[in-house]
């Protein structure tokens, strides 16, 4: 199964910061990496597909780069709707599995 | 609108079964793959398997191998996932989720449906 490093586990920021968040897979994986953001109590929503492509309707802030084992997602601006948990996910073999999340928190 | 829903929750003692339904509207049900992924309380995502629900063909996680089966009813646009042999380590919210191929991102996901497992 590839193995998936993501950090930090969690993260404190204020509004208007920008965050970066990273994912590490024990093998290569091309561009078969998505981002998702869950928030409490809900469905996880897709933010970021193939690395790099915004979901339709994700605000612009958000942001994917990488290639290979190593990726990051970046949110600028901080907003208030924005403080939820994050996943990474691979879909280059199965099983597709997830990182350990990250918990965006309010400074 | 794409739509995902899903059963209600579920409890079941250990040793039992559960099968959790996930109805699909909006959309042309065969031309989906559908995901199922399980979080347990205060714990992060976990791939279960996948669904071809045009030929019915599944994958499944290994450490779910034996007592997971899914299916699919194309007549009602419906995809099963059904869990045996539960423990109270089995107790979760069980999501299910479409892609458009097999190996692309999971756009649109079901509410969830808690299951516990408790004697």
């Known amino acids: 199964d590839i193995q998936m490093t993501q950090s930090p586990s969690s993260l404190s920021a204020s509004v208007g910061d920008r965050v970066t968040i990273t994912c590490r897979t024990s093998q290569y994986i091309s561009v078969d990496l998505q981002w998702y953001q869950q928030k409490s109590g809900r469905a996880p929503k897709l933010l970021i597909y193939s690395a790099s492509g915004l979901q339709s309707g994700v605000p612009s802030r958000f942001s994917g780069v990488g290639s290979g084992t190593d990726f990051t997602l970046t949110i600028s601006n901080l907003q208030p709707e924005d403080f939820a948990s994050y996943y990474c996910?691979?879909?280059?073999?199965?099983?597709?599995?997830f990182g350990q999340g990250t918990r965006l928190e309010i400074k | 609108q794409v739509q995902l829903v899903q059963s209600g929750a579920e409890v079941k003692k250990p040793g039992a079964s559960v099968t959790v339904s996930c109805k699909a509207s909006g959309y042309t049900f065969t031309n989906y793959y559908i995901h199922w992924v399980r979080q347990a309380p205060g714990q992060g995502l976990e791939w279960m398997g996948i669904?071809?629900?045009?030929?019915?063909?599944?994958n499944y996680a290994g450490k779910f191998q034996g007592r997971l089966t899914m299916t699919r009813d194309t007549s009602t646009s419906t995809a099963y996932m059904e869990l045996s042999s539960l423990s109270p380590e089995d107790t979760a919210v069980f999501y299910c989720a479409r892609s458009a191929q097999y190996t692309t991102s999971s756009d649109s996901w079901g509410q969830g449906t808690l299951v516990t497992v408790s004697s």
């Open positions: 669904i071809n629900p045009s030929g019915g063909s599944t």
């Open positions: 996910q691979q879909t280059y073999s199965t099983p597709y599995t």
